[in-house]
């Protein structure tokens, strides 16, 4: 069976550097983005290099529509979906709940739990035998803050990340027995933008001592983790969440 992966947010961090390893491991991507074009067609540059199909697909994850539009487009150009990463993800400022606007958590909550939920149900359409799929892996990004609550940084980020967990768990059980393996990896500190993106460009510099291993994680250990779950070597894993946080 040809290995098809679509990677949400797969032009940069953590979704570009699983994107390069799942090419590396004979996976044909979809390289999901927002809006940083140039990054998203870089990453799919080196997934040809290495001898794959790439499609860069502009598509805001929280978008019922362009999801839609983005699964089927893969469906035409490169075939059935067997493995979706959902990793597109955002965090805002630093800010205590008292102060949060409606529209900040609109924007945190439809990114990174509505979008899962689109992104994973068109996937379990094209994967689950009960619609006559043949299989596949989903591979939700959690975050150590589901466990951690993030006070007065992002109690919203958290909290979205929580919904994560327990959807990486329902959503697993749901379908284990149709072929289709559901399971999370929960990251700690990851060298990567999304800290500048909050507004905190020095986040990684300043937490580094607090995390046991002295070091935060780079996207590219992330990503072995998120491509073993994806693999046939994982078979027996659903519903797992694995940490990734240099024992935070
Ligand atoms: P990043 O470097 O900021 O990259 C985020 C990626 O998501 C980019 O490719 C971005 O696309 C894309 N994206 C953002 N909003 C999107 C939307 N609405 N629709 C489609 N794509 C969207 O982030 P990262 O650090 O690699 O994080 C990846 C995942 O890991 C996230 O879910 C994050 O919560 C989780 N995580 C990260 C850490 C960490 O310390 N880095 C820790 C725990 C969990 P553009 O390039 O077009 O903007």
Same mark, same amino acid.
């Given at each position: 069976?040809?290995?098809?992966?679509?990677?949400?947010?797969?032009?940069?961090?953590?979704?570009?550097?699983?994107?390069?390893?799942?090419?590396?491991?004979?996976?044909?991507?979809?390289?999901?983005?927002?809006?940083?074009?140039?990054?998203?067609?870089?990453?799919?540059?080196?997934?040809?290099?290495?001898?794959?199909?790439?499609?860069?697909?502009?598509?805001?994850?929280?978008?019922?529509?362009?999801?839609?539009?983005?699964?089927?487009?893969?469906?035409?150009?490169?075939?059935?979906?067997?493995?979706?990463?959902?990793?597109?993800?955002?965090?805002?400022?630093?800010?205590?709940?008292?102060?949060?606007?409606?529209? $900040?958590?609109?924007?945190?909550?439809?990114?990174?739990? =509505?979008?899962?939920?689109?992104?994973?149900?068109?996937?379990? =359409?094209?994967?689950?035998? $009960?619609?006559?799929?043949?299989?596949?892996?989903?591979?939700?990004?959690?975050?150590?803050?589901?466990?951690?609550?993030?006070?007065?940084?992002?109690?919203?980020?958290?909290?979205?990340?929580?919904?994560?967990?327990?959807?990486?768990?329902?959503?697993?059980?749901?379908?284990?027995?149709?072929?289709?393996?559901?399971?999370?990896? $929960?990251?700690?500190?990851?060298?990567?933008?999304?800290?500048?993106?909050?507004?905190?460009?020095?986040?990684?510099?300043?937490?580094?001592?607090?995390?046991?291993?002295? $070091?935060?994680?780079?996207?590219?250990?992330?990503?072995?983790?998120?491509?073993? =779950?994806?693999?046939?070597?994982?078979?027996?894993?659903?519903?797992?969440?694995?940490?990734?946080?240099?024992?935070?």
């Amino acid at each position: 069976m040809t290995k098809i992966a679509i990677i949400t947010g797969g032009s940069r961090g953590i979704g570009a550097a699983t994107a390069r390893l799942a090419a590396a491991a004979g996976y044909d991507i979809c390289v999901n983005y927002a809006g940083d074009e140039a990054a998203a067609h870089k990453v799919a540059g080196d997934i040809e290099k290495l001898g794959r199909r790439a499609m860069p697909f502009q598509a805001d994850v929280g978008d019922e529509a362009a999801v839609k539009a983005m699964f089927e487009e893969v469906d035409r150009e490169f075939g059935p979906v067997t493995a979706l990463v959902n990793n597109a993800g955002i965090v805002d400022l630093p800010q205590p709940v008292a102060e949060m606007t409606a529209a $900040r958590l609109q924007q945190m909550f439809a990114t990174n739990i =509505l979008g899962c939920f689109l992104c994973a149900r068109e996937a379990v =359409l094209r994967m689950s035998t $009960r619609y006559g799929g043949s299989g596949g892996a989903i591979v939700n990004l959690s975050s150590v803050a589901a466990v951690l609550g993030s006070p007065g940084q992002y109690v919203d980020y958290a909290a979205s990340k929580g919904a994560i967990d327990a959807m990486t768990i329902g959503l697993a059980r749901e379908v284990a027995n149709e072929g289709v393996r559901v399971n999370a990896v $929960r990251p700690g500190i990851i060298d990567t933008d999304i800290h500048a993106s909050g507004g905190v460009p020095d986040r990684v510099a300043k937490l580094k001592d607090t995390i046991p291993m002295k $070091r935060p994680g780079s996207a590219e250990e992330v990503a072995e983790t998120i491509v073993w =779950l994806m693999s046939d070597k994982a078979s027996y894993c659903a519903g797992a969440i694995i940490d990734v946080t240099g024992g935070r």
